[in-house]
């Protein structure tokens, strides 16, 4: 099972900041938040991950709240290219990348 | 570094037959995994392979599925026989390693094999 609860699907006007939430109430204290996507028929790919500290690479980037139980994950100008789904990803109870559904990004013109 | 390789990138079979996929890792990664994802769905895990050895099969449906890593590097990925249900994109990850404390190394994945069963 998903630990995590993404909404379906987004919409994103190309050189807007997209903003994915994600809500992991369930997640512990030293447990990391990890975001994948996939773009259309290619393997998922890392993005960046995180545990309490904010984080920002040449990706995005990855703001966690205080209490931990929900992240949201920036890409700050949008490009059609980054049409994908999302994935917010948690290691709770098991060492296995487990996907849910993931939140299916539209970048349009 | 060069990504994780795999072939054929497609395959139509009819129900019954065999099917074998072949994934080469990312050099140096212990760990290498196979997932199936079936369309409008995430991928799930059907087994996950620490140099040769089998970490966790238990998703692996083994009447029919099985895989192996030779030398810990290649892995082959066989179903016999496929039924209609395998129609899906099988795909292969590697990883540095699992786990270092709390931290997962992240997985790098190959763009598939997309089998069809007819």
């Known amino acids: 099972d998903a630990k995590t609860t993404q909404p379906t699907s987004m919409d994103c006007a190309e050189g807007r900041a997209a903003n994915l939430p994600c809500n992991h109430s369930t997640i512990s204290g030293n447990e990391y938040v990890y975001w994948y996507r996939q773009i259309h028929s290619q393997g998922p790919q890392y993005i960046i991950h995180g545990l309490k500290n904010n984080e920002t690479n040449e990706m995005a980037s990855l703001i966690i709240t205080e209490d931990r139980k929900s992240s949201t994950l920036i890409l700050p100008h949008a490009t059609l290219r980054d049409t994908a789904v999302y994935y917010c990803i948690v290691y709770v109870n098991t060492d296995k990348l487990i996907f849910g559904t993931g939140t299916r990004l539209q970048v349009f013109p | 570094e060069a990504g994780v390789a795999q072939s054929p990138r497609y395959k139509i079979i009819e129900k019954r037959q065999s099917v074998a996929f072949w994934c080469n890792p990312i050099s140096g990664h212990a760990t290498l995994y196979w997932y199936q994802q079936i369309l409008g769905q995430g991928p799930k895990l059907l087994i996950q392979?620490?140099?040769?050895?089998?970490?966790?099969d238990s998703q692996l449906p083994k009447d029919r599925f099985s895989a192996e890593r030779l030398k810990g590097v290649d892995s082959t990925l066989k179903i016999q026989p496929a039924k209609l249900e395998d129609s899906a994109v099988y795909l292969c990850a590697s990883s540095r390693t699992t786990r270092t404390g709390s931290y997962y190394s992240p997985l790098h994945f190959g763009n598939g094999t997309r089998l069809t069963v007819t």
């Open positions: 392979f620490q140099n040769n050895g089998v970490v966790d």
